[in-house]
């Protein structure tokens, strides 16, 4: 039983959309950012939402 990835990605994208100027292209100050604005009990989960943030601002960054 995992997380499925348009679980991730949807709500990664909706907290971009909210908090963007909560996020940076940095991993370990995105996992702290998820931390505060989601209520997420999972540490996997929350690793892979602030994983998938930093990859998508990395990305437009380019």
């Not at 940095?26 to 939402?49: G, L, P, Q, W, Y």
Request: aromatic share 6%; glycine share 6%.
């Amino acid at each position: 039983m995992g997380i499925k990835p348009s679980y991730i990605k949807n709500l990664g994208e909706e907290l971009i959309v909210k908090h963007r100027d909560r996020f940076s292209g940095d991993f370990e100050e995105n996992k702290h950012a998820v931390a505060e604005v989601a209520v997420i009990d999972s540490k996997t989960v929350r690793n892979r939402v602030a994983g998938y943030i930093s990859r998508k601002i990395n990305t437009r960054k380019r």
